[in-house]
């Protein structure tokens, strides 16, 4: 099973510490959802564990399996079964949607075991039937002109097709109409298994209607200050961050 264990992380940028002493720990079969108020640290979290050269790593430990993420380079990372859809590029230009990611698909196998085309044509057709995601963007250019839920959408196959053994979702959910979260959801929720863990970050409880969560997290101030099962992003969504602030003790 995978394990993702992220200890005492402390992160800064431009010399401002913005995630200070954080702790989380997924496993395969898990969902979890990071929450908070904008500004708290979330996609700071992320960038941390992909490795973006802009945040700098102050103290604490992040480990997927036994390999500790930090002394990786960026497409070890994603070889060693970690996705971040914000790995990938906004744009390339000249490189075709589906040569995309099946390059970036051999990238993650073995020399000499690369994915046949026929079974890499079958699999794209089969989850791009379940994305509702129409079969002229295998040929389009990479995020060329692709609107907000084209976009998502496409992460999502990325993911679909990559099949990691840990997935970081940073609002996945930003921007998408109502069809296209259930669509974005219907993905996630397919790769549901014992050998998947996924961390969700979002601001809004809306997508959690749809990924039920096994865990919810409430990060403020570059900490996680309250850990809960779904029914915590339920309370959150009808009473916001506020009660939370008063109980740990903090002010804005
Ligand atoms: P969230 O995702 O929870 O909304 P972020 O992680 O994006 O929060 O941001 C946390 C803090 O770090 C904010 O105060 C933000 O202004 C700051 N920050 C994020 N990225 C940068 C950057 N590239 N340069 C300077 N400050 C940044
Ligand atoms: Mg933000
Ligand atoms: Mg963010």
Redesign the pocket.
């Known amino acids: 099973k995978p394990n993702l264990s992220v200890k005492d992380l402390h992160v800064s ?2 010399e ?1 510490e ?1 995630l200070k002493g954080l702790n989380i720990e997924v496993n395969g079969g898990e969902i979890h959802a990071v929450m ?12 941390a564990l992909m490795g973006h050269p ?2 700098e790593i102050e103290k604490g430990e992040a480990y997927l399996d036994n390999n500790n993420l930090f002394d990786m380079e960026v497409d070890e990372r994603a070889q060693a079964g970690l996705f971040l859809a914000m790995q990938y590029p906004s744009e390339i230009s000249g490189v075709t949607n589906s040569d995309f990611i099946r390059s970036a698909m051999n990238a993650q196998r073995e020399e000499g075991d690369e994915v046949s085309l026929m079974k890499f044509i079958r699999q794209m057709d089969e989850k791009m039937d379940m994305l509702e995601i129409d079969q002229s963007f295998q040929h389009r250019y990479l995020n060329e002109g692709f609107s907000g839920g084209e976009k998502k959408r496409n992460e999502i196959l990325q993911l679909m097709m990559l099949q990691p053994r840990m997935a970081i979702l ?2 996945i959910d930003s921007g998408l109409d109502i069809d296209a979260l259930k669509v974005v959801a219907k993905g996630v929720n397919s790769l549901r298994s014992e050998d998947f863990g996924c961390l969700i ?1 979002t ?1 809004y409880q809306r997508l959690l209607n749809y990924i039920t969560p096994d865990y919810v997290h409430v ?1 403020m101030q ?1 900490r996680i200050v309250k850990s809960g099962g779904p029914e915590l992003a339920q309370k959150l969504e009808e009473h916001g961050y506020d009660w939370i602030k008063e109980e740990i003790g903090i002010e804005d």
Not at 38 to 43: A, D, F, H, I, P
């Open positions: 940028i431009e401002k913005i908070g108020p904008n500004g708290t640290g979330k996609s700071t979290l992320a960038s802009s945040f940073d609002e970050i601001h990060m570059g």
